[in-house]
C-alpha cells in the first residue's frame, strides 16, 4: 500500500486541528498542528514535525470558517507527506443516533446537515471541511469519528457516582 498515511481532522467553533500518523504495526504520528482563532485579525497555523524535529507558525489571515478550511487544504498539499495519505478520519461532536465510526456517503451527510441546528457551535465546521476534501480529492477515504457515544453515556456514569 503506497498511500500509509492517515490524517486526522478535529473542527472546532473557532479553531481545526489536524494530525498525520503513519499506519504500520502501530500508529505513530509525525506531524501535528492547528489553526486557531479563525476569523479574528491575529489567526495563525502553528505545526509540528516531529520526524524532522521542527515547529513552525505561519500568520493566516482569512475573513472566515470556509476560506479558513480552503487555506488549511491549500498548506496541506505543499507539505512533502501529503500525496501519501490514503484517508482522512474526522472527529464529529454529535452524530445523534450515529455511535460507531462510519465511511462517509452521500447519506450521511445529509443526515448530519439535517441535526445542524443541534450542534450549531462544531457540526457546520466539521461538515465544511468534510465536503472541502471531497471536492478536491473525491476518491480520498474519509472517515467519521462520533462523541456521541461518549455524550449519551455520561449520564450513565453520572448514576454511578456516590
Known amino acids: 500500500m503506497t498511500n500509509t498515511n ?8 473557532s479553531s481545526i486541528k489536524f494530525a498525520l500518523y503513519q499506519t504500520g504495526r502501530t500508529l505513530e504520528r509525525t506531524f501535528y498542528g492547528n489553526i486557531d482563532r479563525i476569523g479574528l485579525p491575529d489567526m495563525k497555523l ?20 470556509k ?20 484517508a482522512v ?12 465510526p462510519e465511511i462517509v456517503t452521500s447519506k450521511l451527510l445529509d443526515e448530519l446537515h439535517r441535526i445542524e441546528l443541534y450542534d450549531p457551535d462544531h457540526l457546520p465546521g466539521e461538515l ?3 465536503e472541502a ?29 456516590p
Not at 75 to 86: I, P, R
Not at 133 to 138: A, G, I, S, T, V
Not at 145 to 157: G, N, Q, Y
Request: overall charge positive; charged content about 20%.
Open 6 to 13: 492517515v490524517l486526522t481532522i478535529n473542527g472546532g467553533s
Open 46 to 65: 502553528s505545526f509540528n514535525d516531529s520526524a524532522k524535529n521542527r515547529q513552525g507558525g505561519i500568520d493566516f489571515a482569512v475573513a472566515d470558517y
Open 67 to 86: 476560506s479558513a478550511v480552503n487555506s488549511l487544504i491549500d498548506w496541506l498539499e505543499t507539505q512533502n507527506w501529503f500525496s501519501a495519505v490514503g
Open 89 to 100: 478520519g474526522h472527529r464529529v461532536v454529535h452524530g445523534m443516533k450515529h455511535m460507531e
Open 128 to 130: 465544511k471541511l468534510i
Open 133 to 161: 476534501f471531497h471536492r478536491r480529492y473525491p476518491k480520498l477515504q474519509q472517515v467519521v469519528c462520533f462523541d456521541t457515544a461518549f455524550h449519551r453515556t455520561m449520564p450513565r456514569v453520572a448514576k454511578m457516582l
